[in-house]
């Protein structure tokens, strides 16, 4: 439930403030960064993500980090199936 | 010990579990809480028990959202998808747990518009692309989730959208500690303190813990070199006669936490009066709800609501083995009466949720053992 996803961010959005698109294992959906909002992220940042929002920003050595503890804990498919599934699934 | 293979750095593993039972007096037993469901996982997962001398017990704390949360509340957000107006919206972790009549999932089966979001950003997408549906969303969580359902409210209201509201659920990790600390048969000397939770709410949280109650509480990241440092951690504090609050998790979690997100909880939500947990009864100022300002987004404001309480299974020792007194296994109904296809308690619902972890990694192992005639 508390799982958190490194993400890396791709591309934002002037004219939409708060919102992100990322790339998780190849995956790219858009992100809200609301939480953010003090310190908001640059295009190729790195941020934990939960439930489509941006929690913290990390390193990129934190975020490789983490990704191989997804992969340790056997939550690598889950991570990348709640992340295609922001946006309702689409593509 | 077929886990440690598995490790990144199996040489840091082995200091760590090293140093652990250097530091650990072979004369007392040390009962240590995690309270975050996600390090339960990530304990039983890595088998760090076998990592750990016989005298460190870990127990495995309330901090689950879907085992904490009562029946009668998934009833009551069932019922209102009865209304064929009403999309009910929710993560997939809640759809397999059983209310009274069947499962949000087996709700959807008999033909309610049930569906899973990922994030609450799609239920409120879902709301704006059906103008005469109602989108409700069932939120549940600790505050590494509640951040979340406030800003998609603060959205909510800036669209002036009307057909959108949350159920809210979520619940506040402190209350249930200081729960914990106070139940007589309390048995806890030291926390292993929740990763995620505390980069919303920082560390500041917990200084009562380590100053009233005089029990070492550290915050922890889910590695497993993590989980045995913050042990380590542990122990050098009990060692030094000391109880403080650390971090051992520094490069998430900030002292201070993330202004942003409380700011965003803070405009939102106020605390209930109490609310029930699942396991563990009613527990003063426990949980999160939507404040006056936001009443038209709040399904309890918008829908009749029936209010169900539905009493845990007495057979059931979740409360026990929360606080540590029972452990998973010597519950009557464990693996028996109740199991993950099945749950009867609450503990067994989630796979964060202690039996289940227990049941999926420590159970399966011992059954296999047995049946091959090894002896466990």
Not at chain 1, 10 to 39: C, Y
Not at chain 1, 68 to 90: I, R, S
Not at chain 2, 181 to 204: E, K, Q, Y
Not at chain 2, 296 to 305: A, G, K, L, V, Y
Request: include cysteine; proline fraction near 6%; hydrophobic fraction near 40%.
């Amino acid at each position: 439930m508390c799982l958190a996803i490194p993400a890396k961010v791709v591309e934002l959005f002037p004219e939409e403030q708060n919102k992100a698109l990322v790339e998780v294992v190849g995956v790219r959906r858009h992100i809200d960064t609301g939480l953010l909002a003090d310190d908001p992220p640059k295009a190729g940042d790195w941020v934990l993500i939960h439930v489509g929002f941006a929690m913290s920003k990390i390193s990129e050595e934190q975020a490789l980090d983490q990704i191989q503890t997804l992969t340790m804990l056997g939550e690598h498919d889950a991570a990348k199936q709640e992340v295609e599934g922001y946006g309702l699934g689409e593509t | 010990m077929k886990f440690v293979d598995e490790f990144r750095e199996p040489g840091v593993i082995g200091k760590a579990a090293e140093e652990i039972r250097r530091l650990a007096d072979p004369a007392k037993h040390y009962r240590f809480m995690e309270v975050c469901g996600g390090h339960t996982h990530a304990i039983y997962r890595f088998g760090l028990k076998d990592l750990l001398p016989s005298n460190i017990e870990l127990v495995h704390g309330p901090g689950c959202p879907v085992c904490v949360l009562p029946m009668g509340r998934i009833d009551d957000g069932l019922s209102m998808a009865q209304d064929p107006n009403v999309i009910f919206t929710a993560f997939g972790d809640m759809m397999r747990v059983p209310g009274t009549h069947g499962s949000p999932l087996e709700h959807k089966a008999r033909g309610m518009d049930i569906r899973i979001v990922y994030s609450p950003t799609d239920a409120l997408k879902l709301a704006q692309k059906n103008p005469d549906r109602h989108v409700m969303f069932f939120a549940i969580g600790f505050e590494t989730t509640a951040p979340s359902t406030a800003l998609i409210l603060m959205r909510a209201k800036e669209l002036g959208l009307s057909n959108f509201s949350v159920f809210c659920n979520h619940v506040t990790i402190i209350p249930a500690i200081r729960a914990i600390l106070d139940s007589p048969d309390m048995r806890i000397h030291a926390f292993v303190g929740p990763g995620h939770v505390s980069t919303v709410i920082g560390c500041r949280p917990y200084e009562w813990i380590a100053k009233n109650e005089g029990k070492p509480i550290v915050i922890s990241g889910f590695e497993p070199v993590d989980v045995l440092q913050s042990i380590v951690m542990i122990l050098r504090q009990l060692k030094a006669g000391e109880a403080k609050v650390e971090n051992q998790y520094t490069r998430v979690v900030p002292w201070e936490g993330s202004k942003a997100a409380l700011r965003a909880m803070a405009e939102v939500f106020e605390l209930r009066p109490y609310f029930e947990w699942r396991g563990m009864g009613f527990i003063s100022q426990s949980a999160l709800k939507i404040r006056d300002g936001y009443a038209q987004w709040d399904s309890e404001q918008r829908f009749q609501i029936p209010g169900v309480r539905v009493t845990d299974p007495k057979a059931a020792q979740c409360g026990e083995v929360l606080k540590g007194v029972l452990k998973p296994a010597q519950c009557k109904l464990f693996g028996k009466e109740c199991t993950p296809e099945k749950p009867v308690g609450a503990l067994m619902v989630s796979s964060e949720g202690s039996c289940a972890a227990y049941y999926s990694y420590e159970h399966r192992k011992a059954s296999a053992l047995t049946s091959i005639g090894a002896p466990v």
